[in-house]
C-alpha cells in the first residue's frame, strides 16, 4: 500500500541510510514524528474552522463578524476551550458557563481533516510521490527530501491542492448530509479556486488525460491543467445529476443538486477518470444504503454524503492504481463500462423508494437540520 511504503520512506529517509549513525536515524525519526503532527494539527484546526462553514454559510451568516459564543446562554468562548478535539475533551462536551451539550460531531470533523493531512502528507510527498499517476517515484524519499528540504517542489503542491480539495468537498458533504442547501457563491468560489490552484500549479495533474491531449497539437501547460480541472468538474457533475435524477430526488430531501457540485468537484480534484471510479463505487453503497433503510425502518439513504469523502481520501492514496485502472479500461476501447455506470446509475436514481423510508423522511428530518432550527444548537465557535 502507498501509505505504508511512504512510512517505510520517511524512516529510512534516503538510500544511504546505513552511512547514518544511530543518533542521526533518531533524529530523523523525531523530524518525521513532529512534522506528521504540525500537519495534523494544522489540519484539526482548519477543521474546527469547517465546522463554522458548515453551520454558517447555508444560514446567510458571516464567518468572520461574530464572536465565537455558545448559542444557548450567549458566553464567549474562551480561547483555551477552542483548541480543536482537546478543547471538547477539557469541557467533557459541554458548555463551561451553561452545560450544555456540545455535539461530538464538532471533533469529530476537527479529528477527520487532521487525519485527511495526514495520510495524503505521507501517501503523496514523504514517499516521494509513490501515489501519483505518470510520475516516476523520487531515487530520495523521506520528510528531510520532500518537505524540509523541498528537492521535489511539485509534491508539496499536489499535496496542497488535494488536501485543499478533500476540505472543500467535506465542507459540500457536510451541508449535504445535514439537508442543507449549498449556497450558490460557495460552489462558485470552489470552481474558481481549484482552476485558480491548477492554473497556477499545473504539475497537480501528473496523469495523461486523454480528452485534452491530441496527436499533433500541444496545450499550454497552464491551459491544460484549467482544462483538466473543468474537464473534471463536468464528468463529475454529469454523473452526479444522473444519479440524484429521478424519484429518489423527489422523495428524499438531502438528495438535491449538491450532490451534483460534490460530484463535480471530486472529478476537478483527481480529474475525469477518477469520477468515473467513484461512480462505480458509489453505486453499490447506493444500493446498500437503501437496503439498510428498509431494515432499520429509518431514512439512512443521506449518509451516502459521507461516503463521498471517505472513498475520495483513498482515492488520493491510491490514486496511481485506479488511474491505471480506469485507463486500462478505456485504451482497451471497452467504453461500455463507462455507458454501462451511467445506465446503472439512471436506473437506479428511478428506483422506487420503499413507504417506509418515505415515512421516516416525512416524520424523522435529519437530526443536526432539525437542531439547526432550534436556538440551543451548540455552535462551533470560529477560530480567534
Known sequence: MVLLDGMVACMADSVLVNDLSGVELANIRIMTGLTAAWFVALGASLGSFLNVVVYRLPLGKSLWRSPSAC???????????????????????????????????????????????????????????????????????GVVWTVWYAKYPDLLQIFGFHCLGLYLLLA????????????????????????????IFPAVYPQANLILTFSGFSWDDRFWALGAALGGWFVGGALGAIQVSGRISQTIPCLHAGWIFAMGLAGAIFG???????????????????????????????????????FSTLLA?????????????????LWWVLLSVLLISGMIARIPVPSRIQQSVTNEPPPVDTSVSTPAEPQTPPLE
Open 71 to 141: 448559542p444557548h446562554c450567549g458566553t464567549r468562548i474562551r480561547s483555551g476551550d477552542n483548541i480543536p478535539v482537546m478543547g471538547w475533551i477539557k469541557l467533557l462536551g459541554k458548555c463551561r458557563s451553561c452545560q450544555w451539550p456540545i455535539p461530538i460531531r464538532y471533533p469529530l470533523v476537527e479529528l477527520v481533516v487532521g487525519l485527511q493531512f495526514f495520510v495524503v502528507l505521507f501517501a503523496t510527498v514523504i514517499s516521494g510521490g509513490r501515489s501519483l499517476p505518470n510520475r516516476p517515484p523520487d531515487h530520495y524519499a
Open 172 to 199: 459540500i458533504c457536510l451541508m449535504g448530509w445535514d439537508g442543507r442547501r449549498i449556497p450558490q457563491k460557495f460552489v462558485s468560489f470552489c470552481l474558481a479556486t481549484m482552476g485558480l490552484y491548477a492554473f
Open 272 to 310: 475525469w477518470k477518477a469520477a468515473i471510479a467513484l461512480s462505480i463505487v458509489l453505486i453499490p453503497c447506493w444500493l446498500l444504503l437503501a437496503l439498510w433503510s428498509q431494515l432499520v425502518h429509518a431514512n439512512k439513504i443521506h449518509w451516502i454524503w459521507l461516503t463521498l469523502p471517505a
Open 317 to 333: 492514496i491510491n490514486w496511481k492504481l485506479i488511474d491505471h485502472w480506469i485507463s486500462m479500461l478505456v485504451a482497451g476501447h
